[in-house]
């Protein structure tokens, strides 16, 4: 059974930072792509960044340049560094394995105040 279970999030004043983590279990870690995604109250599920197994990253314009995401296979994890931390960057954040449907985490409240 897969399971991936988020940890890091909380609560933090604009300018400031949060490191996010993904644990993964019951899947070949080191072949999926991972990937952070993100929902605020009343929004639609929207992508953060991506990690292809190879490490080639992507992400979304509005936290390029101020989110890393990165992982390490041998700890089954991935990371997302997130800095100069915003108002709007407060939702719920999501590890997903894979890509299509995927496997998701339960997700980590994110909450930056003005």
């Known amino acids: 059974q897969v399971h991936l279970v988020e940890s890091g999030g909380g609560l933090v004043q604009a300018g400031g930072s949060l490191r996010l983590s993904c644990v993964g279990a019951?899947?070949?870690?080191?072949?999926?792509?991972m990937g952070w995604y993100r929902q605020a109250p009343g929004k639609q599920r929207e992508l953060v960044a991506t990690?292809?197994?190879?490490?080639?990253?992507n992400y979304a314009d509005s936290v390029r340049g101020r989110f890393t995401i990165s992982r390490d296979n041998a700890k089954k994890t991935v990371y997302l560094q997130m800095n100069s931390l915003k108002p709007e960057d407060t939702a719920i954040y999501y590890c997903?394995?894979?890509?299509?449907?995927?496997?998701w985490g339960q997700g980590t409240q994110v909450t930056v105040s003005s």
């Open positions: 990690i292809a197994s190879g490490s080639a990253t």
């Open positions: 997903k394995a894979g890509l299509g449907a995927g496997y």
């Open positions: 019951g899947i070949t870690f080191s072949v999926y792509a």
